[in-house]
């Protein structure tokens, strides 16, 4: 069970604190959205204060978040393999516990 996420959950899109996260998208889901051709970036494990200028959507490779809204306690958590959307105007800090590589694009 080292997995961790069954195949139940696959292509499940759930939002919290006004972020979109699509578990495991399909392939074909990935290649509609041409997900290669966006641009790359990655962090090393830490906190990291961010605030979005611009709606972002971004695709894990790898990588395991949990993004503490500012201000507040609360969080929501998304790794390796998810869709995420996070909203224009979005101010939290990302608790990086597994380094991320994503590929991302902004929608001003």
């Known amino acids: 069970m080292a997995e961790g996420r069954g195949r ?8 919290r604190l006004g972020v979109r996260i699509e578990r495991r ?9 041409d997900i290669r051709s966006w641009p ?22 790898r990588g395991k978040v949990r993004a503490y809204l500012k201000g507040s306690s609360e969080y929501v958590e998304f790794g390796a393999g998810d869709l995420v959307v996070i909203p224009k105007g979005m101010s ?16 001003y």
């Open 8 to 15: 139940e959950e696959e292509g499940k899109v759930e939002e």
């Open 25 to 33: 998208p399909s392939q074909s889901r990935l290649s509609d959205l």
């Open 40 to 61: 790359k970036w990655g962090c090393p494990p830490g906190k990291f204060p961010l605030k979005f200028d611009a709606e972002e959507t971004c695709y894990l490779l």
């Open 92 to 107: 939290c800090t990302w608790d990086v516990s597994v380094a991320v590589d994503k590929h991302y694009k902004f929608e």
